[in-house]
T-cell receptor, first 114, second 115 residues
Framework: AQSVTQLDSQVPVFEEAPVELRCNYS??????LFWYVQYPNQGLQLLLK??????LVESINGFEAEFNKSQTSFHLRKPSVHISDTAEYFC????????????FGKGTRLSVIA | GAVVSQHPSRVICKSGTSVKIECRSL??????MFWYRQFPKQSLMLMAT?????????EQGVEKDKFLINHASLTLSTLTVTSAHPEDSSFYIC???????????FGNGTRLTVT
């Protein structure tokens, strides 16, 4: 079984400042890793994912995450945040075989302050 | 791209009634669908996995007689909340994997409010 830990429940940050949202996972098998974003009263949107290959993955809106197997981490970073990045961010993990469900972390609320 | 359509987006019902939520894969076949539940300001918890043509698999602590899941075809899975009570009020989200590794498509969710 897998588990995901998002240590920070809330992260306030000023606009144009950098941010890092932390995610650690636990699994006895190889995994896929994901970051999803959820805006108020909306569903989930995939931000980025790691399946294999390069450990650094990027999204189209400036976020990036790096898979670190030794530290079992998949932290999400952005060098300069915007007000519109205010949302709930979920890290998730699944086994890398077959149709397996995602296991989600508890989420981190990113609040960007003008 | 692939889309999962979930309906209704919002529903308000009275205590004791039943509510059906539909999840359709629009341009791909989904032999498996996952149903999640999200309480306010909390994470998504897997409730059950529905499989086309067979019984759903429920997670520990989820009442299968209360949350009826039917996966009638390769494109449709339904979740029926039977005899709903206020504590069933929540955000329910379905998701379906397609043939690409590590690819899950999510519906937009259903906000259920039981009064």
């Amino acid at each position: 079984a897998q588990s995901v830990t998002q240590l920070d429940s809330q992260v306030p940050v000023f606009e144009e400042a950098p941010v890092e949202l932390r995610c650690n996972y636990s699994s006895s098998v190889s995994v896929y890793l994901f970051w999803y974003v959820q805006y108020p009263n909306q569903g989930l949107q995939l931000l980025l994912k790691y399946l294999s290959g390069s450990t650094l993955v990027e999204s189209i809106n400036g976020f990036e995450a790096e898979f670190n197997k030794s530290q079992t981490s998949f932290h999400l970073r952005k060098p300069s945040v915007h007000i519109s990045d205010t949302a709930e961010y979920f890290c998730a993990v699944s086994e890398n075989s077959g149709n397996t469900p995602l296991v989600f972390g508890k989420g981190t609320r990113l609040s960007v302050i003008a | 791209g692939a889309v999962v359509s979930q309906h209704p987006s919002r529903v308000i019902c009275k205590s004791g009634t039943s509510v059906k939520i539909e999840c359709r894969s629009l341009d791909f076949q989904a032999t498996t669908m996952f149903w999640y539940r999200q309480f306010p300001k909390q994470s998504l918890m897997l409730m059950a996995t529905s499989n086309e043509g067979s019984k759903a698999t429920y997670e520990q602590g989820v009442e299968k007689d209360k949350f009826l899941i039917n996966h009638a075809s390769l494109t449709l899975s339904t979740l029926t909340v039977t005899s709903a009570h206020p504590e069933d009020s929540s955000f329910y989200i379905c998701s379906a994997p397609d043939s690409s590794p590590g690819t899950l498509h999510f519906g937009n969710g259903t906000r259920l409010t039981v009064t």
